[in-house]
Every structure is written in C-alpha cells, then in structure tokens.
C-alpha cells in the first residue's frame, strides 16, 4: 500500500534540502570572496607601513651624536645614517621607489646600483628640531625621536 501524497511530500523535502545547500554555498562562496579581498587590502596596507618601519628601525639603529644626518640631492632629501666607519647607508627616493645605498659617508649616489626598498610616490626627511626627525612617505608619516639628542640637518 502505498500513499499518494508521500511523493509529493518527498519531492517538498527534498527540495527544501536543494535550497539550503545552495544558500549554504552561495554563503561559503560570498564569504570566500569576502575573505580574500580583506586578506588583500591588509597586504597592501603591510607593504605600505613597511617602509616606514624599516626606515625608523635604521634611524633608531643609526642613533648617536651626529650619526643620522639629511643633505639634499637633485631627487629630494637624501637620510644619512651613519655607523662610525666612515660609511653609511643612504636612504632617498628615485623614480618612484625608495632606496637605499651603504657606502662611504660623502660619496655620490647611484640609484641604478642601490637596492630598491619599495615603491612610494614620494619621500622626505627633515629635522623638526635636534632631536625630532620626521620622514614621510604615501603610507603617512613617522616622528622619531633621537635619543642621542644631536641630529644634523
């Protein structure tokens, strides 16, 4: 004996488990996608503070009377972090990238030969006091503090 209406309820049953399967898709495949763009955008805001923080971290390691100096080039500021050698790394902006150079304290730059730190649109450096040094770059800015107290503009 079989009933008519359970095909029918069957049919109602499985159809309702159709539709939460794919709403439950439809869900995974939004929120994948959602996912994936927020993942994207913390990347690029990581590469963007980058370079400021690697920038602070050699100001801060180059901090000592006299070590963290700015003169100017055809490019803009060029941030000079001494070591007491005799050489320091020169930190400057060329064409479109921030880069960065080790040699000897008052030597030319060759932006062709200097490693690339990462694209910015633009960089500077200036001595808002002795002691207080802000470098910008696209990504925003950095106030540091010298604890040595001396900077040289």
């Known amino acids: 004996m079989r009933r008519k209406g359970g095909s029918l309820l069957g049919m109602y049953t499985l159809g ?22 927020a993942a994207a955008g913390q990347a690029d805001n990581n590469d ?16 000592s009377a006299g070590g963290v100096s700015i003169r ?16 320091a ?6 064409g479109g990238y921030l880069r960065e150079e080790y040699t000897a304290v008052d030597a030319a730059l060759v932006p062709e030969d200097a490693s690339i730190l990462g694209p910015t649109e633009g960089f500077t450096a200036e001595f808002l ?5 802000l470098v910008s770059t696209d990504a925003g800015q950095a106030l540091l503090h010298l604890r040595s107290g001396e900077g040289s503009a």
């Open 72 to 87: 100017e080039s055809d490019n803009g500021p060029v941030l000079v972090v001494a070591d007491g050698s005799g050489y």
């Open 16 to 37: 309702i488990a159709a539709l939460f399967l794919a709403g439950f898709l439809l869900l995974v495949i939004f929120g994948a996608r959602t996912y994936r763009d």
């Open 129 to 133: 006091e002795p002691d207080t040094l």
């Open 89 to 94: 790394l020169h930190i400057y902006w060329y």
């Open 48 to 63: 963007a503070r980058a370079l400021l923080s690697y920038v602070s971290t050699c100001v801060k390691s180059g901090d």
